[in-house]
């Protein structure tokens, strides 16, 4: 790769589990032109320990700038770039699908096939669960938005380093 093609990055940071911590995270990002892509934050196991999971376009030398920049951060503890190792990436969507007399047994063979999770279902709409790679909860949208898709969640990436 070129220094100046940018790719995505997935960094996963553990931060002290205070208030304003995102927004300085957000802040010194944004403040350098940088946008973050998806953002998944919860506490660790230890409740006073947060992990964020933040996606980004950068290059490579962006992406050093980025990390250098986040680790200065007060409150911000530790900073891998899970782009650089082994690691398990997935994300999560909720799809809320609009049910048509005409398009409600494609749709049943299509979540079949898909392996989508059924949450809830009545008479007009129901909510669909998937997991799974972003190119694959692609492939799930693209599917299904010919049947009527009414509202999507979307997580964004989690991640985990895979040890061996």
């Known amino acids: 790769m070129e220094k100046t093609e940018k790719k995505e990055y997935i960094l996963s940071l553990l931060v002290n589990n205070k208030p304003d911590v995102l927004a300085r995270i957000a802040g010194a990002l944004g403040g350098k032109g940088y946008n973050i892509d998806s953002l998944c934050v919860d506490v660790t196991m230890n409740p006073d320990v947060s992990k964020i999971i933040l996606t980004t376009k950068a290059t490579k030398i962006m992406i050093g700038r980025v990390i250098n920049a986040l680790i200065k951060l007060v409150d911000v503890v530790k900073v891998d770039n899970l782009s650089e190792v082994e690691a398990i990436k997935r994300e999560m969507i909720l799809i809320r699908m609009n049910l048509m007399k005409e398009t409600k047994p494609e749709l049943m063979k299509i979540i079949d096939i898909l392996n989508c999770k059924i949450l ?45």
């Open 120 to 164: 809830t279902f009545n008479t007009d709409h129901c909510v669909l669960q998937f997991t799974g790679s972003r190119e694959d909860v692609d492939k799930v949208l693209a599917a299904l938005k010919p049947l009527g898709i009414d509202d999507i969640a979307r997580t964004g990436a989690a991640a985990l380093e895979r040890k061996y």
